[in-house]
């Protein structure tokens, strides 16, 4: 049996999700190995290009309901205890990244 697949979707990261993805490495960089930081940086960039397959797999973010776009996010596993969102809508073909959220923050600063 066949499965249905949704067409690829252009991804493409906003310059405050570049901002933020830059302030969680600096982070991890001074305060972890080389190669853990690495490796995160990688899984995080690789997990942002995933949702050019099934983006609406991702759950509605609740704090942003308010704002008239559908915004959602996908989940990155840190650590047991430290999370990092994916924040994002769709807008026809394109995935729109708008932010990389560590949990661990207060979500009063995700609404600004």
């Not at 982070?27 to 960039?45: T, W």
């Not at 099934?54 to 309901?65: A, N, Q, V």
């Amino acid at each position: 049996m066949e499965t249905s697949k949704e067409s690829e979707f252009d991804v493409i990261i906003t310059r405050q999700a570049e901002v933020s993805y830059y302030e969680i490495m600096d982070y991890l960089f001074q305060n972890h190995p080389f190669d853990q930081a690495e490796k995160v940086a990688e899984e995080l960039r690789e997990r942002a290009r995933s949702l050019a397959t099934y983006p609406r797999r991702g759950s509605l973010e609740p704090t942003l309901s308010g704002r008239g776009l559908e915004h959602r996010f996908i989940l990155y596993r840190r650590t047991k205890r430290a999370d990092i969102k994916i924040i994002y809508f769709i807008e026809k073909k394109q995935v729109f990244v708008t932010d990389f959220f560590p949990t661990e923050k207060d979500t009063e600063s995700l609404r600004e």
